[in-house]
């Protein structure tokens, strides 16, 4: 009897045992998952930057600048034909000059002249010396002239030579004397005169006006 009571008392403490030590037994971890993540935003493809187009020159701009060259062919017509004799009580038409002054041609001669445009360079730098004083424009414009005095064209800095010359600008003086030994010759004129040349001349115009 008192065996018996040893036996189940055994068997009750291997069981207590037992569940004790299965609620106690750790478990192996399992794999870790990582959070479900949304996939990284992309950005479209954005077109490459352009670079904005200049305004489209007004109709009026264009027309007046159409106009100026208009005026400064006729001026050259006027230089080769012949010296007009008036009647008496008759009065002379308005020059090329005359309109060209009273338009205030400044802003499209400026325009012309830093594109070489032709005609200006055709009417000759003597003309658009006087003409620029005409309208107050020197000082505004004699800085382009000088910038044109080393232009690879001789006939554009021959042309400078004699604007500087006639608008009487002593800062280009200096500039001037660089170039009196330019050997190149200027086409168009008789004798095949030099850019130095040119640049004597406008030099002389210079000390004649004390500057």
Known sequence: MTAMRRCSVTVLLLTFCLAACAGTHPVAPGPIVPPAQNPPETNPPQPPPQTPSPPPRSTQTSARLDRVRELLRE???EIKSSVRILEPGQTAPPSATDKLRDMRALPALVELLG?????LLAVGGVFFGILLQDLDGGIAVAPLLVDQLTDADPARAAFACDALGYLGWADARVHL???RDDPRVVPGFAGEPTVGWFADQAL???????R
């Open 75 to 77: 001026r050259r017509t």
């Open 177 to 179: 004397q660089a170039l």
């Open 204 to 210: 002389q115009l210079l000390d004649k006006a004390g």
């Open 115 to 119: 594109a070489h445009d032709p005609d």
